[in-house]
C-alpha cells in the first residue's frame, strides 16, 4: 500500500522523481516532505470519497457498496450510488479542483494574493446569463449552457477591455475584471429584486454554489486534466513570473506569452466550475495559500498540491451538505468556507 | 567583435528623450559604468541593452546578431541584469529564490539536478548568504535581498552583466567583495560588465570605460582615466566637484553650491 501511494504521489510532483535518486542530500529532504504532502493528500481522497459514497439518506454498507459498484444491478442502492452520488461526488472533486488550481493560477497571473478564479468576473458573467435561464422559467440544460456561455463572454470582455493599447499589465487586467464584476453583480441584484417566489430560492442556491443538480460530463473532466497538464508543462515558467514580468524577461521567460496561457487557463476553469455547479465560493483563494504555507511557491508543487486539496476539501463540504441537517440540504459554499475558514487560521497562525 | 554594441540608437520614456544617436561598443573584457544625474534614463537604457524595450531608432547587436533577433531564452543565458529592485509577494525560500536563475539553462521539461542546486548553493556561499537558504525572503533585509538577487545572476551566468545600482542597500564591505566578484566572474566566462552607478569613486576603482548621460545629446563615453574628470562630473551633476590624487587613485569629493 505504502509503495503503490508513492508512485501516485511521484507522478503528480514531477520534480521529485529525478532528485530523489539522490539520497541523502539536502533536496532529498525537501522531497520527503512534498512526499507526506502527496500521500496524506491521496489518503484523504480516496478516504472522502468511499465516505460521499457511503453516507447520505439512505445508509449504505461497505458490502452493499462493492456489492452495487461490481453488480450494478436495479437495486435502491445500486441506484442511489451509481445514479445519484458517485457522479455528484466526482463532480464535487473536479469543481474543487478546478476552483484550486484557477485560483493558485489567477494568483500569479495578477500577481496578487488576493485573486481567486471569480475576480475578473467570470462568475458575474455566468451568474446574470443563469439569472436570466431561471427568470424565464429554463431549466437543466439551459443553466449549465448558459453559465458557459455567460463566463465565456465575460471573459472575452475582460480580455479585450484590458488589452488596450497593448500594453497588458496585471493591475490594467485586475482592474477591468473587478469593474466588470461589479457590473455583472449590479445585474445580478437587479434580477434578484424583481423576482419572486420559489424561484428565488433556487437562484439563491446557484449563487451559493449548488451540488444537487450537477451532471457529470466528459468534457468537464477533458478541461481539468488538460488545463493540469498544461499549467504542469509552465510550471516553473510560472515560478520566474511570480518575481516580476521584468525578472521573467531577464531569465527568457515571455511574460506575455505565458500570462496569456495563464488567462485563458485560468477563465476555462473557472467558466466550467461555474458551469458545474454554480458559485462555490472561497476554494479557488484559500486552497492554493494552505498549500504555500505547507510548501512554498514552486508552482510545480503548488499546482497539483492545490487540485488535490481543493477536490478533497469540496468532495468534503459536498459530503457534510447533504447530511448535515438531513433531508435537508445545504449549498455546498456554505460548507465550504466553514471548513476552510478554522483550518487555513490554523495554518496562518502556525506560520507566522 | 563586440558583445554589446549600439548603433544610433535613440530611445525615449513617455514622451522623454533618454538619448538620441548614441553609438557605443561594449567589448569582451570591459567594464563600463553609467553615471547620470536622476532620471537621466540610466535604467531605460540598460533596460534597452538588455532587449526589454523597443527602440525608437537605431539598432542593437549583441554579438553581432540583433537583438531582437535572438531567441528570448538563448539570450538570457548569455545576458543577465540585475534589476533596481526585487519584489517577492509570494513566500519563497531563499534556495528557491536563487533557483530561478539556472531557468534559461533548463529544458521545460527538465528539473533541477543536484549539480544546479550545488551552484545554487555556491551563488549563496559567494554572497555570504549560505546559513540563510531555508529562510523566506521576506524576512531578510534590503542588503540582504541585494546579495540575494546577485546571488540569482550568478546562477544565471551570462556573459554580459547589466548591472542597476548593484551596490543599493550594500554596506561598504559587500559593495567592494561583491563588485570585485562580479568583475572576476565576467573575467572568468570571458565577458563584460555593464553597470549603473552613483559613486563615481567606485566606477574609478572597478570600471574600464565610463558612459557619462549627461544630456540625450550629450553622452560622454570613453576609456575611465579620459572621461572621468572633475570638469565633465560637475557638468555631469550641475554641481562642484573636486579630485583629489592620492597614492590608491583618483577620488572625488562633493564640494558645496
Known amino acids: 500500500m505504502q509503495k503503490k501511494r508513492n508512485e501516485k504521489n511521484e507522478g503528480f510532483a514531477p520534480n521529485n522523481r529525478v532528485m530523489n535518486k539522490k539520497p541523502g542530500s539536502i533536496s532529498a529532504v525537501f522531497v520527503s516532505k512534498h512526499i507526506v504532502l502527496f500521500a496524506v493528500l491521496t489518503f484523504s481522497i480516496i478516504g472522502i470519497f468511499i465516505a460521499s459514497l457511503l453516507i447520505g439518506s439512505v445508509d449504505i454498507s461497505a458490502k452493499q457498496l462493492l456489492h452495487a459498484l461490481w453488480v450494478q444491478d436495479d437495486s435502491l442502492v445500486s441506484n442511489v450510488v451509481l445514479e445519484l452520488r458517485l457522479p455528484r461526488t466526482v463532480v464535487g472533486f473536479m469543481v474543487g479542483a478546478m476552483l484550486a488550481l484557477a485560483g493558485a493560477l489567477m494568483q500569479v497571473l495578477l500577481r496578487n494574493p488576493l485573486a481567486e478564479p471569480y475576480i475578473l468576473g467570470i462568475s458575474g458573467g455566468a451568474s446574470v446569463a443563469v439569472l436570466t435561464t431561471m427568470l424565464l422559467g429554463l431549466s437543466g440544460f439551459w443553466i449549465s449552457g448558459s453559465a458557459f456561455i455567460g463566463a465565456m463572454i465575460s471573459m472575452l470582455l475582460v480580455f479585450g477591455l484590458a488589452h488596450g493599447k497593448g500594453d497588458w499589465s496585471p493591475v490594467r487586467l485586475l482592474l477591468t475584471g473587478i469593474v466588470i464584476a461589479a457590473g455583472w453583480g449590479a445585474l445580478i441584484s437587479l434580477i434578484l429584486s424583481i423576482t419572486q417566489g420559489p424561484q428565488l430560492r433556487s437562484m439563491l442556491f446557484w449563487l451559493m454554489g449548488d451540488l444537487s443538480y450537477a451532471t457529470y460530463s466528459n468534457w468537464s473532466l477533458l478541461t481539468l486534466i488538460g488545463c493540469l497538464l498544461v499549467s504542469l508543462v509552465i510550471a516553473r515558467s510560472l515560478n520566474v513570473l511570480a518575481r516580476g514580468e521584468m525578472q521573467a524577461a531577464t531569465l527568457g521567460v515571455s511574460p506575455k506569452r505565458v500570462r496569456y496561457i495563464v488567462y485563458f487557463l485560468s477563465s476555462m476553469l473557472a467558466a466550467s466550475a461555474v458551469t458545474l455547479a454554480g458559485n462555490v465560493g472561497f476554494v479557488g483563494l484559500i486552497v492554493p495559500h494552505m498549500i504555500r504555507l505547507m510548501i512554498g511557491s514552486d508552482h510545480r508543487v503548488l499546482l497539483p498540491a492545490s487540485f488535490m486539496l481543493g477536490g478533497g476539501l469540496v468532495m468534503l463540504a459536498d459530503c457534510l451538505a447533504r447530511t448535515v441537517i438531513a433531508p435537508q440540504q445545504l449549498p455546498v459554499g456554505v460548507l465550504t468556507a466553514i471548513i476552510g475558514i478554522p483550518v487555513f487560521l490554523v495554518l496562518l497562525r502556525r506560520q507566522l | ?257
Open chain 2, 1 to 257: 567583435m563586440s558583445l554589446l554594441e549600439a548603433k544610433s540608437l535613440t530611445i525615449s520614456i513617455a514622451g522623454i528623450p533618454v538619448c538620441n544617436g548614441l553609438n557605443v561598443k561594449i567589448q569582451r573584457g570591459e567594464c563600463w559604468g553609467i553615471l547620470g544625474s536622476n532620471g537621466a534614463g540610466k535604467t531605460t537604457l540598460l533596460h534597452t541593452f538588455a532587449g526589454l524595450r523597443p527602440t525608437d531608432k537605431g539598432q542593437i547587436y549583441f554579438s553581432d546578431k540583433l537583438l531582437g533577433e535572438w531567441p528570448r531564452k538563448l539570450l538570457s543565458q548569455k545576458l543577465g541584469l540585475l534589476l533596481q529592485d526585487s519584489n517577492d509577494i509570494f513566500p519563497s525560500t531563499v534556495l528557491d529564490t536563487v533557483m530561478i536563475g539556472r531557468h534559461p539553462h533548463l529544458k521545460f521539461w527538465e528539473v533541477e539536478s543536484q549539480g544546479d542546486f550545488e551552484l545554487g548553493r555556491k551563488a549563496l556561499a559567494d554572497v555570504s548568504l549560505e546559513d540563510a537558504q531555508d529562510r523566506q525572503v521576506n524576512t531578510l533585509s534590503g542588503g540582504e535581498r541585494r546579495r540575494l538577487a546577485i546571488a540569482t545572476l550568478l546562477v544565471q551566468n551570462p556573459e554580459l552583466f547589466l548591472l542597476d545600482e548593484p551596490t543599493n542597500h550594500l554596506d561598504m564591505r559587500y559593495q567592494i567583495t561583491l563588485l570585485e566578484m562580479l568583475v572576476r566572474r565576467a573575467d572568468v566566462r570571458d565577458g563584460a560588465l555593464c553597470m549603473v552607478l552613483h559613486d563615481a569613486n567606485l566606477a574609478t576603482r572597478y570600471c574600464s570605460h565610463i558612459m557619462l548621460m549627461i544630456s540625450p545629446d550629450d553622452i560622454v563615453s570613453g576609456r575611465v582615466d579620459e572621461v572621468l574628470t572633475d570638469e565633465n562630473l560637475a557638468r555631469l551633476y550641475q554641481f562642484p566637484i573636486k579630485a583629489i590624487e592620492t597614492n590608491e587613485g583618483r577620488i572625488f569629493l562633493p564640494g558645496s553650491l
